[in-house]
């Protein structure tokens, strides 16, 4: 009876088809679809993005706030066609099949099949027993699949592989998932979430052995300081929790693993996964995810030795994978009542992020000197400390922008924003010499108080079970702003630090927030505190554009001034390798700026990494920090970091600092080029740092590299991750490429082995490019009356905009900037420059000049006076 009640009830709230099997509602830009107890609503946000909800009949609605999507549907045409067997909604670009079983299927307008829903998996489930409560299956093809966060696997392509979207020191979750078949998915929830959550498991025959917490033991520091942090280690267990078993494969081909380590993490320990004789999961350095990834070609009816080591757990962990044609792609949520997706389609991956940005948020300008080097490491201990170093950067003449302060600034026993005045006696005075040295200075906060008075001052409630403030309350976090700006925007300080914002230390996740259990909105965090300091900061200071570092992320965090970086990684050649892989998914997932701690976090044997005996002079050591400083160079944020590290370049020997010194000049000299990318990241949504697959979505050779990258949309940078190599296998897509160094020039569409002295990295610019060059220069926004160099490497037309703006306001957002458009005609070997916007400059009454030079043509000056300009090349 109630059943009938419901359709009854149906009739009067909209069209009933008789046509098909459902019973259908269309409303405003939805249509709602009841299918027995389900009910689907598709929503049509745009032309190319489709909103997805499903919920059973009689399920409580979620009132936790949408805090990632802000573009509202807009007003576009769009068909709905019924038959007996699905319902086809159109629009312009993309055509969506709900099918009589519920499952949906996504098309082009000219029915190029984009991904499909599957049952498997795809459940809704109320029982609090279950591990997850809401899953969606989707077919995978023959794509690959890039995105989801930072991880630290070393894994490029998401297809078929199990991972937990997690926020942990070191991991970054964001469940947006980019395809080369022309769509994006981000799934709209924010509590854990496994990514194609495996089924089958590796049973281990022999003896478990784990670590006991009678053989622990942790050493606390007097007055129980977390400052050094290799105090908090554990004390290796006489038994290392390792089991063996063996593993005949049934299938031939890619099999994906998972390795369950521990259910509530663990700071120290080495889980390692081998088979064959081959690592396929090693991690070894401290803070401790729960949940690792790794992939291995198996033979069919061959014999695999299995070796798992779980040092450190509680529990003796499992193994699981995935078999070669798993061939789905599926999210499940650990809560949760309602599927809840949103289909984005791209021509190619960069229209895709541009259209996933339109549903999220652009990232807003960076001030230009936050593209210049950053000087960091852990850390200044006092006023004088930082100041000597800053003045002696000046001094040594070594291009920087930015110094930063890291943590245990505030008094003992407390944990900041607040400065201890035994070792900052004069805060605003330390903050007025830098400026007087035309630098920028950043520094750490945690959202995380153990400061009753300042807690008290300011309201500041906390979740309960951690210290970390209640950031879901609005009082709350305008108060942390408050808080935060008093004691150091107010000071002069430019930018924020925001470590452990994912935050790991609430240890029941079960607690209350303002909005609901932390549990259902635990990946969000980080979302929310930059949030907060980007509003209050642009409030309270308009004319100063906001950058905020932060070491977790979530969907929709860009729009807030913010750029990430890969927490406390280990000095290694493994993991410096896996830092490629980790910052191109990040990039993948719409989030543009990433940073990582150029040489490591944990250097040598005095910061926890036993490998190095002394950072300084150890000769391997000092040749990774150069291949990992090579990188830094050509990634988002250019920034050197280490642990009980004195990390400015001239202590580590001459050599290095003469190649530290190379890269920073050519970071200077490519800055035009990088502030003008930086304006087509913001105004149209590409990228600074990219995977080839992001340029070349259909060349398949591109889908697995994780050793190269595009720096902008000309610049292709190969790195060196192997101690001693001195030559690297570079792939080169179609086309024609110069080497930068010595201007020969490589036909694409293969691989080839190319130098690469310890002094330089592979970089080839793609023929058909304009790279603008400035002068070498101390800081960014150092005036100097040397003219920008045009250098162009012919082969292909070519196009660049130039772009010039105040490089500190949000006055570009009022058109307040100026671009020269540059345009080369390989045909008729000329050069056309003509200004776009010009709100800023004014180049009729402000001429600019430049040298423009042809690669292996040659060399001119020209002066550009606003007007359309052609020069014969």
């Not at 979207?165 to 496994?194: C, K, M, R």
């Not at 050599?655 to 003008?676: C, G, H, V, W």
Request: with cysteine.
């Amino acid at each position: 009876m109630k059943k009938k009640l419901f359709y009854l009830s149906i009739l009067f709230l909209g069209l009933v088809s008789c046509k098909s099997k459902f019973i259908i509602e269309k409303l405003g830009h939805s249509v709602t679809i009841h299918q027995d107890s389900l009910v689907i609503q598709v929503e049509i946000i745009d032309e190319a993005i489709i909103h997805i909800t499903k919920e059973l009949v009689g399920n409580e609605k979620s009132t936790i706030p949408d805090y990632v999507t802000i573009l509202k549907p807009q007003n576009i045409a769009w068909d709905l066609k019924e038959t007996k067997d699905q319902i086809e909604i159109s629009t312009a670009v993309l055509k969506v099949f709900v099918k009589s079983d519920g499952t949906i299927e996504y098309q082009t307008k000219d029915n190029h099949k984009l991904v499909s829903e599957t049952n498997d998996f795809t459940y809704i489930k109320s029982s609090e027993d279950e591990e997850n409560k809401v899953s969606q299956g989707f077919f995978a093809g023959d794509e690959a699949l890039f995105g989801l966060g930072q991880f630290q696997s070393g894994i490029m392509n998401w297809k078929n592989v199990p991972i937990r979207l997690q926020q942990y020191n070191q991991e970054i979750a964001i469940p947006f998932l980019v395809s080369t078949n022309q769509y994006g998915i981000y799934w709209n929830n924010y509590s854990l979430t496994d990514f194609n959550k495996s089924q089958n498991e590796i049973q281990f025959a022999s003896e478990e052995k784990i670590q006991s917490e009678e053989k622990e033991q942790i050493v606390i520091p007097v007055g129980g300081e977390k400052e050094n942090v290799a105090s908090y280690t554990t004390k290796e267990a006489e038994e290392k929790n390792i089991r063996e078993t063996t593993f005949t494969p049934s299938k031939t081909g890619e099999y994906t693993f998972l390795a369950f380590s521990d259910n509530d993490g663990r700071m120290r320990g080495e889980i390692n996964v081998n088979i064959g004789g081959e690592d396929v999961i090693h991690y070894a350095t401290i803070w401790m995810p729960r949940r690792y990834s790794g992939k291995k070609y198996l033979e069919a009816g061959k014999e695999y030795k299995v070796v798992y080591q779980n040092t450190g757990a509680k529990i003796a962990g499992k193994l699981f994978y995935n078999e070669p044609d798993y061939n789905k792609t599926v999210f499940s949520s650990t809560q949760g009542n309602a599927i809840d997706y949103y289909l984005v389609h791209g021509e190619n991956p960069s229209e895709i992020i541009a259209q996933y940005q339109n549903l999220t948020g652009k990232a807003p300008m960076f001030a230009k000197s936050s593209y210049g080097f950053w000087q960091c490491r852990e850390r200044y201990h006092n006023q004088k400390e930082l100041l000597e170093n800053a003045r002696e950067m000046r001094k040594r003449e070594i291009p920087f922008d930015n110094i930063v302060q890291d943590w245990f600034y505030w008094p003992k026993g407390t944990k900041g924003p607040e400065w201890d005045k035994e070792k900052y006696p004069n805060p605003d005075a330390m903050v007025s010499e830098i400026k007087d040295l035309n630098l920028k200075l950043m520094v750490s906060v945690w959202p995380e108080v153990k400061n009753k008075a300042l807690e008290e001052r300011y309201g500041l409630t906390k979740i309960k079970s951690s210290n970390y403030v209640d950031i879901y309350d609005k009082k709350v976090s305008e108060q942390f702003y408050r808080a935060l700006s008093d004691s150091m925007f107010h000071k002069g300080v430019n930018s924020i630090w925001l470590d452990g914002t994912e935050p790991e230390g609430v240890n029941d996740a079960t607690q209350l927030t303002a909005v609901g259990r932390f549990e259902e909105v635990q990946n969000t965090y980080s979302l929310e505190v930059t949030r907060a300091m980007y509003e209050g900061r642009r409030k309270e200071f308009p004319n100063e554009r906001v950058f905020n570092l932060t070491r977790s992320a979530f969907a929709g965090q860009q729009r807030y001034g913010a750029a990430s970086w890969s927490g406390d990684v280990e000095a290694s050649w493994e993991q410096f390798s896996e830092q490629i892989a980790a910052g191109l998914n990040f990039t993948m997932t719409g989030s543009p700026y990433w940073s990582h701690d150029i040489g490591g976090f944990f250097r040598d044997s005095k910061s926890i990494n036993p490998q190095y005996d002394s950072q300084y002079t150890n000769p391997e050591y000092i040749e990774l920090l150069t291949r990992w400083f090579q990188f830094g160079a050509f990634s988002p944020i250019f920034r050197i970091h280490g642990y009980v590290s004195e990390t400015e370049i001239w202590r580590y020997g001459q050599e290095f600092e003469n190649t530290a010194r190379k890269f920073i000049d050519l970071r200077y000299q490519l800055m035009p080029y990088i502030y003008s990318q930086a304006w087509q990241i913001t105004n149209n949504s590409k990228q600074l740092m990219s995977p080839l697959a992001y340029h070349f979505p259909n060349d398949k050779n591109t889908w697995g590299i994780k050793d190269q990258l595009l720096f902008g949309e000309s610049i292709m940078v190969g790195l060196v991750t192997e101690y001693k190599a001195r030559s690297k296998e570079m792939y080169f897509p179609k086309g024609q490429w110069y080497n930068y160094f010595t201007n020969e020039k490589v036909d694409g569409g293969r691989k080839m082995t190319v130098k690469a002295s310890l002094n330089e990295t592979p970089m080839f610019v793609k023929a058909g490019s304009i790279i603008p060059f400035g002068p070498k220069v101390q800081y960014a926004t150092q005036k100097t009356d040397t003219p920008l160099k045009l250098k162009i490497y012919p082969g292909k037309d070519a196009e660049f905009v130039l772009y010039f703006d105040d490089s500190e306001s949000y006055e570009y957002e009022k058109g307040k900037y100026s671009e020269i458009e540059l345009n080369y005609s390989e045909v008729n070997k000329a050069l056309e420059l003509k200004a776009g916007a010009d709100n800023f400059i004014n180049f009729k009454q402000n001429s600019m000049d430049f040298v423009v030079e042809v690669i292996g043509g040659k060399t001119q000056k020209i002066t550009f006076k606003g007007n359309e300009l052609k020069v014969s090349l």
